[in-house]
């Protein structure tokens, strides 16, 4: 049966920081031009005691606080506020998850959303709830937030007990990077234009580097951090989609199973690292205190209370072994307390291979830089002539040609992910989702990882907050005759 608007859309964890940061703003987005069906009407539930009423005010307050005044506008959050219901329930207690159910079949007319915006280890245990009550059968979706386990393990076993009573092409996990401007505007760089594709293997690219850094330390996530790291947290999930889309092979279609097929097959070709290995391709850190944006900041340690073995710092040289890539590596880094925020990804071409101006003429290789947050914007680094007579020979400068997605598009609203992934939950797209196998084959790669850090003992080298990670970083590009960009 092929899927319908949902005319329901059930967040669990509505009363989440998730939910009002994030979930609830972008409904109002969505609310705010029109793009929520007619009669979709929205269910939050929590374990929170509240009823209707106090849900409309406590999703006005998220709006208020983290929506800027001047897009607010009163006749959407009252269009939004409208379609509001609430029902408490504790996922251990049965009795309420059968009176959520009920609330559920009642409001139901139509395909249904459900949204798990909870801890992973209710994901089982709610969609059991749903199966039991008749409410996962066709016409049903659930998405489930990340992340899926913590190891190829613990991903079976939520993806086995969800799969008891929803099939895979209604599962939609979460990757909300996926839902990100800049990361599709990646497919349409790459698939939209004739330029590059020539160009995208190992013949034309030398190194490809995929940064996703972060200014902020772990703040009142200490816990759960702790318990993940920046490899669980961080590598599993974005940095590898990220690899996918930057290295799958033209999918057939901009369709769920062509474009999903494509990023399996990246995932599959990932040359294992293990015990043998670790202490060359990967460079693990955890940040000390140190200075950023002119501010003293306290190292982990610290900020969590207690001494831990946890990686903030995550730096892996990852290739991709099939044709296309053969010989080139993947860069992938990820940082808690660097010196900026920024997403990229950049892509060093080979250098031309003979100069015709002669040794004195600087021959550098030309760049493309894929900026994806906080700006989106694209850089093709190239040599240019220097003006001037020359006589001792041509002298070349490097410049950029540069595209800013924000500038050029500024009359635009930038959508936050969950946007675009809510909208395509509501009508059935789960083209931006992650399918079971990509996950299990991330979980299987990362988990080799992880194990060879245990049996080599590789524990996280220290860096200063504030700096680009650990030395062993910037030795695991050198050893391959590359530097961070
Ligand atoms: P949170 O603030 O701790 O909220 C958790 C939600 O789950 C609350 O609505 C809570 O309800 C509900 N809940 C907790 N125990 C429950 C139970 N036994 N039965 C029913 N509901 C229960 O977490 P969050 O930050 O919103 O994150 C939600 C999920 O998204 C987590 O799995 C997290 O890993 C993931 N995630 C979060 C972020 C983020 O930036 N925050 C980013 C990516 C993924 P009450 O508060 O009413 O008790």
Sequence with gaps: MSAQPATLF?????TG???????LPSLYGLQSENLLPDAMRILGSGRTELDDSGFRAFVREALETFIPAAELNETHVTALLARLHYQPADVSNADSMAALCQVITNLRHGDVVYHLSTAPRFFAPITAALGTHNLSGPGTRVMLE???GTSLDTAREINDGVAQHFAEDRIYRVDHYLGKEGVQNLLALRFGNALFEPLW??????QVQITIAETVGVEGRGDYYDSSGAIRDMLQNHLLQLLCLTAMEAPSAFE????RNEKIKVLSSLRPITAHDVNVETARGQYTAGELADQTVPGYDEELGRDSDTETFVAVRAMVDNWRWRGVPFYLRTGKRMPERETKIFIQFKAVPHSIFGSKAISEPNALIIRLQPEERIELELLNKTPGLDRHGIRFAKVSLDFDAQEEFKALRRR???ERLYLDAIEGNGTLFVRRDETETSWAWVDGILAGWEQAELHPSPYPAGSWGPTSATHLVARNGHEWN
């Design 10 to 14: 059930v967040i669990f964890g509505a």
């Design 201 to 206: 293997n190992a013949r034309y690219i030398e």
């Design 416 to 418: 936050p992910a969950y």
């Design 146 to 148: 990340k992340p899926i």
């Design 17 to 23: 920081d998730l939910a009002q940061r994030m979930l």
């Design 256 to 259: 769920p199973t062509a474009v």
